[in-house]
C-alpha cells in the first residue's frame, strides 16, 4: 500500500509564502507523475501543479509565477513553494501521485488527506 503525507499547511497573511511537501512511502512501487490540487470551500478540486510522468511541469494559470514545484524522485518528495500568496488561494492542498506497482504493474492514484491554506487579507 502506498501512502502520501503531506506537511506545510496553515496561515499566512496576503503576500506571504509557504511551503508544502508531500511524502509518499510504502512498498514495491514507483511514482510517475506527482502533483498538487486543490479545494476551496463550495469549489470543485482543481490542478494547482504537477510533473507528468515524463517530467513536464503544469500550472494553474492563476499561480503561474508564483507557485513553483520540485520534485525528488529518489525520495518520492514533492514540494510546492508557494509565494505572493492571494486570499483566493485558500483552500485544502492535496498531494497526488499516479502510481505503478512494481510487483503486480497495477495503475493507482494515489491521494494525501489534504492540508489546509488559509491566506487572509
Known amino acids: 500500500q502506498v501512502r502520501l503525507v503531506e506537511s506545510g499547511g496553515g496561515l499566512v497573511q496576503a503576500g506571504g509564502s509557504l511551503r508544502l511537501s508531500c511524502q509518499a512511502s510504502?512498498?514495491?512501487?514507483?511514482?510517475?507523475?506527482m502533483g498538487w490540487f486543490r479545494q476551496a470551500p463550495g469549489k470543485g478540486r482543481e490542478l494547482v501543479s504537477v510533473?507528468?510522468?515524463?517530467?513536464?511541469?503544469y500550472y494553474l494559470d492563476s499561480v503561474k509565477g508564483r507557485f513553483t514545484i520540485s520534485r525528488d524522485k529518489l525520495k518520492n518528495t514533492v514540494d510546492l513553494q508557494m509565494n505572493s500568496l492571494k486570499p483566493e488561494d485558500t483552500a485544502v492542498y492535496y498531494c497526488?501521485?499516479?502510481?505503478?506497482?512494481?510487483?503486480?504493474?497495477?495503475?493507482?492514484?494515489?491521494w494525501g488527506q489534504g492540508t489546509l491554506v488559509t491566506v487572509s487579507s
Open positions: 510533473f507528468d510522468w515524463l517530467g513536464g511541469e
Open positions: 510504502g512498498r514495491n512501487f514507483a511514482t510517475s507523475g
Open positions: 497526488m501521485a499516479a502510481v505503478v506497482v512494481t510487483t503486480t504493474y497495477r495503475n493507482l492514484e494515489v
